[in-house]
């Protein structure tokens, strides 16, 4: 159970981080990257924490779209944007939601894993996923009577 409240404080202070300029800026600069590297025509944020940095992207970069607007051509390359990965759920239903508006190919970056658990790009219905921050030690296979970590 520990585990668990560990992964939901540390997701908590990564978001209150943003509010600090500089590091905002950072994570801006960092997310600008990975959209230059995959080409990405249009944006979309998978929590409502993320909508933030999607905005800063969105003024910085004119070529940018964000697919909230429901601007999307069929063609369109989408980069989903989070700032916590725990299971890779919220990244999941931002790629359904990006292909049901007719988006070919999906990416996704988050800015930190806050679990041990292992994510993999198709656990997410991504073709890549890009994780910035550090994740967390992989913890041991086996598990206790109860199943937990």
Not at 42 to 57: C, I, M, Q, T
Not at 72 to 91: F, M, P, Q
């Amino acid at each position: 159970m520990s585990d668990l409240l560990d992964a939901v404080d540390t997701a908590h202070s990564n978001i209150e981080r943003l509010a600090d300029p500089s590091s905002f800026r950072l994570a801006t600069d960092q997310v600008m990257e990975v959209v230059r590297q995959c080409g990405a025509q249009s944006v979309l944020a998978a929590s409502a924490a993320a909508e933030r940095l999607v905005g800063a992207l969105l003024s910085s970069c004119s070529h940018l779209v964000n697919l909230s607007s429901r601007s999307i051509e069929a063609s369109s390359s989408v980069l989903i944007i989070d700032i916590n990965l725990a299971s890779g759920t919220t990244v999941a239903e931002a790629a359904r939601r990006a292909r049901g508006l007719g988006a070919q190919h999906v990416q996704a970056v988050v800015l930190h894993q806050v679990t041990a658990a292992t994510v993999q790009a198709t656990d997410c219905g991504v073709e890549a996923l890009t994780v910035l921050g550090r994740r967390p030690a992989t913890r041991p296979s086996s598990t206790t009577d109860s199943g937990l970590w």
